[in-house]
């Protein structure tokens, strides 16, 4: 029966060794196989030379050359689970293991690198930092986006109306995200202007022409900022004045 | 959300000068309407004895008191 190229050691699965042990396998060959192992670690050839080991990393003397006693040296600062093969010549595959950075260099005309998209994939934010200030851009963006929507639908708006009376349709302090007028009648000239007021003392639309003139006007998708007062005043009786209002 | 204010509470004789210029008040209990306002599907007239009448737009029920708040 012919020899084995290399057994395990343990033979029988692998074993732990506490951070800052040694363990010595006195075993001759010419190749180690990193079966198994849960940490970085040294192994040390005849007390003398000196590896870094992984798992699946392999190594093997030039072949006339062989070691008679191999030590893995746990320096990881955890403990460390192993398993070797170890014998002499080794079994070698066509894969391709890789580890570490990788820098690619494509110079040649015929070699090409491609980069596949892949359309409608979702862009998963891992971090809920990063996620929660995308989710902030993209409720501002769509507050930008109901700012501007023309007046093509009442839907989502508030009536509001007076005769002689003041309706207060945002205080300041409610008033967080701004306020749209989506429609609003006004009256100037005569006793005293009626529309929306700002702040107690700003009219939008104009007040008196000093002509003792009455006109009217309208307002549309007036957007008015955030912590300001707005108000529906209307100054007499025969001052009817009627809004539709959102407050964001 | 704010009770809404009266701006103006008119005397008999304005009363009287503006029903002479063909403005009609709308009456409510027999009582002229001299203010009005409408917010939220409230709505509050003031009559001209100072009383105040306060119902609910959707279901027509008279209210004890403005649903306030800010």
Known sequence: MARPRFRAYPNNGTITISDGETYPLNVRGNFINVKSADQQFKILLDGQEELQAAQNRRFRLSENDTFNLVEIVNDSGNSLTFQLEIGFGGVESDDVSITGAVAVKNDATDDELQVVTKAGTKLNVDDADTQGKLDDILALLQSRVDQRAPLTTLEGATFVSAVNAVVTICTAANNTNGVIIRTSNWIAGGIAPSGIRLDNTKFINPELNGFGDTYVGELKNIYIPAGVKVELVSSGVNRDLNAWYEVL | ?70
Do not use: C
């Open chain 2, 1 to 70: 959300m704010k009770k809404p204010t009266i701006q103006n509470m008119p005397t008999s004789q304005e009363i009287t000068a503006l029903e002479g210029d063909g403005y009609v008040f709308e009456t409510h209990d027999s009582k002229k309407i001299v203010a009005r306002a409408k917010n939220s599907g409230v709505e509050i007239i003031w009559l001209e004895d100072g009383t105040e009448v306060i119902r609910d737009l959707a279901t027509g029920q008279f209210l004890n008191e403005w649903p306030e708040g800010e």
